[in-house]
């Protein structure tokens, strides 16, 4: 258990020292190399190979034109996110922009993997841009909290349109090459593995045409006709307002590209640098800056050696074909693993298999994929009603409802039929790992948990449960699955409800106990919707409904959610639990509800008291922060950063906040610790402050740095 989150910038050892440089001159062409693995991110020292290459072929009278390429997976992947917060170090990224774009020989960028951020910019500062098909461009600032803050908010619109740029820039997305030409961002597309070669004949056609040094800053056509339509930027905001609730960065990006339409460059360029100043040195923009580190750091297990052998899967069983199955089948079928789905009746199966067809119809019918796309994935999923069907299979992840006995049952079967060195995972989100595993008796090591969130084909979480004795193989097999099927996989060890639940029942406590002093739901949820979630925990259960595990014979109306349950406000699904919901499914406050609460407590002989908005938020957030801290301290998770990892990307955690244990350290430690103690009984009878807390707050320390 470490608290510190590991962050390349306070472990030089991660970062390698040197970057490379090289000009290899062919005929009148100039090549400039640049290598600094494993992204090429523009450190100083990139920044200065880049500087010396360019420098060297401008002197070199051969050279006529300049080919500007990288070496490694990728082409430049921005600014090197470890430097922000130091002392600026020259050359500047302007430096190395300057000496592309004012070189007196035509400078062609050309692309491969990702050019993005600070090295899109650079990109844009070339005369000419040429890539090979797979390659993607973007300017994912704002994910960082950011915005492009090199020029790119100035240059991309000049070459785009005003209206592209608010997408492209405010979306952070990586566009592929073969959109990023039809944009105009791309001048050419060179022939796969052949990007070297292709720039070359590019630069020479560049020469024997006679094409002009085109500046993108000089480009001003689409600026001026983006000038009469002022209200483009009114109703992109509109349009956009709920997706950026709460984020700085998307405004600031969006006024850059105003200035861009409206001033001439270095004025914009001026507005751009102001913007990007306030937001660098920000808490949101460090918050989402960790995030991404924290990302990063989950992959990676401590004891895990990384050349642990891990199982090739390119054939998945998966039992249970209801909404989890279905869901995680489809994670499989997207990245072309072909997939058997397992149930116990046609019916069962079937419908999942529908349910899966209908989903992608719905993407097709949202322009996300091809009709051929929706056959060539369905092509990949087979079902039976014959668990013998997954004698061959390199995984299995078993997704029935939460049940010990069948699931037990199960994991015997699978033990019996499944080939030697497979991985048998279970989707529980509940049950203990280690008795599942006990039923594989020959094989206990080969179990793991892989507890997906739904809809699992679209949440990006994946918790990766290690039970006592699953092997470093199967571990780091569920961790790679998770990699390859585009989800971001965090250790947990085992306990009721793992990371993410167990936090989340500590929250759900003081919720369910503030009702009974006064505070509505509606007042709760309110108040954690302002924070930045999603939406509150009676909210979330009216959509989950609340007759989940609940039935009318077992019922006594000993809580509110069983009383409503009990008048057939079950949810959303009845347009009623603790909200009323109309047909369009709109929750307003409810009377009913209301009633309901009140009696309750008088029943308890309990009398409301105003429940303020402050301690509302206290005790829900910093019950989950102590719950955080046992979890640490009981090893459950690797580190902080990896729960807040779990927050963000399961649980609608705003990243802005960098996740529950961020955040309590840019609340202060003690000042959370003196909270909790403030507030003393009304925590309840079982609430037990962590002892790490305690003395992680004593010691003026934290979680995450
Ligand atoms: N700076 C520093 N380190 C970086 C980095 C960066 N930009 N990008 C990646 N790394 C590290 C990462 O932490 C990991 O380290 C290793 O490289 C491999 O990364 C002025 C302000 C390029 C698509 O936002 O999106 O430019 O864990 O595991 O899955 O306007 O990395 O091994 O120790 O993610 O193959 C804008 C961020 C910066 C792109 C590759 N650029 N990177 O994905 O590998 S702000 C970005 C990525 C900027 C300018 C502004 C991805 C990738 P470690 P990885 P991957």
Not at 136 to 147: I, K, N, Q, W, Y
Not at 327 to 344: K, Q
Request: aromatic share 6%; net charge neutral; hydrophobic share 45%.
């Amino acid at each position: 258990m470490s608290t510190a989150a590991p962050n390349p910038a306070q472990n030089p050892a991660t970062a390698p020292a040197t970057a490379t440089h090289s000009v290899v001159v062919e005929g009148d062409i100039g090549i400039v190399t640049v290598g600094y693995p494993p992204v090429n991110a523009l450190s100083r020292a990139m920044r200065q190979a880049i500087v010396d290459g360019l420098r060297e072929a401008q002197a070199d009278a051969a050279v006529r034109a300049i080919v500007f390429i990288c070496d490694g997976r990728t082409f430049l992947a921005g600014a090197d996110i470890t430097e922000f917060g130091k002392p600026p170090q020259a050359p500047s990224l302007y430096d190395v922009q300057d000496i592309i774009e004012n070189s007196a020989k035509p400078v062609i960028a050309a692309i491969h993997g990702t050019s993005l951020g600070g090295g899109l910019e650079v990109a844009l500062c070339c005369h000419y841009r040429v890539a090979v098909p797979s390659a993607r461009c973007g300017l994912p600032e704002v994910h960082l909290g950011l915005l492009p803050g090199a020029g790119g908010t100035q240059r991309l619109p000049r070459i785009v349109g005003a209206a592209k740029a608010l997408d492209f820039i405010t979306g952070g997305t990586h566009v592929p090459a073969r959109e990023c030409l039809a944009i105009g961002l791309v001048d050419e597309l060179v022939p796969e593995g052949q990007l070297r070669d292709g720039a070359v004949a590019f630069a020479r056609k560049v020469l024997a045409e006679g094409r002009p040094l085109r500046k993108v800053r000089d480009l001003d056509d689409k600026m001026i006709a983006a000038r009469g339509q002022p209200e483009l930027f009114a109703d992109f905001r509109q349009a956009n307002a709920r997706r950026f609730r709460g984020f700085l960065a998307p405004e600031s990006n969006i006024r850059c590209i105003e200035a861009a339409v409206h001033l001439p460059f270095d004025e914009g360029k001026a507005v751009e640098r102001k913007l990007f100043l306030e937001l660098v040195g920000g808490i949101q923009s460090q918050a989402q800056r960790y995030a991404f580190f924290a990302e990063r750091a989950a992959a990676k297990i401590p004891d895990v050696p990384s050349d642990t052998p891990i199982v090739n899967v390119a054939k998945v069983g998966i039992i249970g074909a209801g909404t989890m199955g279905g869901g995680i089948a489809m994670n499989f079928a997207n990245v072309g693993i072909p997939c058997v789905l397992v149930e116990t009746a046609q019916a069962a199966l079937d419908r999942g298999m529908a349910v899966v067809r209908k989903n992608y119809e719905n993407s097709a019918r949202r322009g996300k994929l091809t009709a051929a796309q929706v056959e060539q994935r369905m092509a990949l999923l087979t079902g039976s009603l014959d668990m013998n069907v997954l004698a061959d299979v390199d995984l299995v992840i078993e997704a029935v409802f939460e049940n010990m006995a069948i699931k037990k049952e199960i994991f015997g079967q699978l033990d019996r039929i499944c080939k030697p060195g497979a991985v048998l995972a279970t989707n529980t989100s509940a049950l203990d790992v280690n008795e599942i595993a006990s039923a594989a008796t020959s094989r206990p090591e080969a179990v793991v948990g892989m507890h997906f969130f739904s809809p699992a084909n679209v949440m990006k979480l994946l918790e990766v449960v290690r039970g006592a004795k699953t092997s470093h193989t199967a571990l780091a097999t569920a961790m790679q699955v998770g990699k390859k099927i585009g989800k971001v996989a965090a250790v947990s060890g085992v306990c009721p409800g793992f990371i993410g639940n167990r936090m989340l029942r500590a929250r759900g406590e003081q919720a369910q106990a503030m009702v009974m002093e006064g505070a509505m739901p509606w007042d709760i949820d309110q108040v954690l919707y302002d924070f930045g979630m999603p939406m509150g925990p009676f909210a979330m259960s009216d959509l989950a409904g609340l007759d989940i595990g609940w039935s009318r014979e077992t019922s006594q109306g000993a809580t509110i959610r069983e009383v409503l349950c009990e008048m057939d406000r079950r949810g959303q699904k009845t347009g009623a639990g603790y909200y009323d919901y109309d047909a369009a499914r709109n929750a307003r406050p409810s009377e009913v509800t209301r009633q309901i609460v009140l009696d309750f407590m008088a029943r308890q002989g309990k009398v409301a008291r105003a429940v303020s908005t402050e301690e509302i938020l206290e005790r829900t957030v910093y019950a989950m922060v102590n719950e955080g801290a046992k979890i640490l301290e009981e090893g459950i998770a690797q580190r902080a950063s990896d729960i807040d990892t779990v927050y963000i990307n399961g649980y609608g955690w705003p990243v802005y906040r960098g996740g529950p244990m961020f955040y309590a350290d840019t609340v202060g430690l003690p000042t959370v610790v003196a909270r909790l103690q403030a507030y003393g009984d009304r925590m309840g009878a079982g609430f037990q402050l962590s002892p790490l807390l305690e003395r992680l707050a004593a010691e003026g320390k934290h979680f995450t740095r």
